[in-house]
C-alpha cells in the first residue's frame, strides 16, 4: 500500500514537529516489525527536516553500539559505550545537544562535513535500547525545541519495543 509524508515547511518548528508525530503514529501502529518501524520512523525526520545531514539508530548490543536503519552517507558501524556523543548519550541516559561538534571531547566524525549533532536514547522498559543520532552540516542546528519533541518520538517507540508483539524480523 502506497505511504506518503504530508510536509508543510511553512509551520513553526513546534507544529512540523506535532504534524510528524501525528503521521509517524498513525504509521507506526499498522505494522509490528521493528526495522520497518525503525526505518520509516528515520526517513520521516529526514523527509521533514531540510537541516538534517544524516540521520540513523545505533543499537545497544553489550558494550557497543551498532548501525541501524539510516538515512545519509555510510557511516561507522560500531561505537564503544561512552565514546563519542552517542556513547555517551548511553552512558548518561540523556539527550545529548552538541551546537558544534568541534568543541565536544571525543566527538566521532562519521562525516567530517558535520557541524552540529543531537543524540537522543531510546529506552526499553528504562535500560537504553538504542540511540537517535541526527547531524547537521550547519552549526547550532538543534535546540531545546529539537530535544523535548525528538525525545516525545522516541517516547512513542519505547512503547513499540517494551510491548511484546514486536518482531525484530
Ligand atoms: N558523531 C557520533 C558518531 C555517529 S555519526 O555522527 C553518524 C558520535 O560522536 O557518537
Known amino acids: 500500500m502506497a505511504e506518503s509524508l504530508f510536509v508543510d515547511k511553512s509551520l513553526t518548528l ?16 499498522k505494522e509490528d516489525n521493528l526495522l520497518s518501524n525503525f526505518s520509516n520512523f528515520v526517513a520521516a525526520i529526514k523527509q521533514t527536516f531540510t537541516k538534517i545531514s544524516w540521520v540513523g539508530f545505533y543499537f545497544l548490543d553489550g558494550d557497543h553500539l551498532y548501525l541501524g536503519p539510516f538515512q545519509g552517507k555510510i557511516s561507522c558501524t560500531n561505537i564503544a559505550l561512552g565514546k563519542g556523543v552517542c556513547g555517551k548519550s548511553v552512558k548518561d541516559k540523556k539527550t545529548i545537544i552538541v551546537p558544534d561538534v568541534s568543541k565536544f571531547e571525543g566527538h566521532i566524525a562519521c562525516d567530517s562535513d558535520t557541524k552540529s549533532e543531537i543524540v537522543v536514547p531510546v529506552f526499553k522498559e528504562k535500560e537504553v535500547f538504542a540511540v537517535l543520532d541526527i547531524d547537521s552540516l550547519e552549526y547550532n542546528s538543534f535546540d531545546e525545541t529539537d530535544a523535548k519533541h525528538l525525545g516525545n518520538m522516541c517516547n512513542f517507540l519505547s512503547t513499540f519495543i517494551s510491548n511484546n508483539t514486536t518482531k525484530i524480523l
Not at 507544529?15 to 503521521?23: I, S, T, V
Open 14 to 29: 513546534d507544529e512540523q514537529y506535532e504534524n510528524l508525530l501525528k503521521q509517524l503514529k498513525s504509521l507506526l501502529v
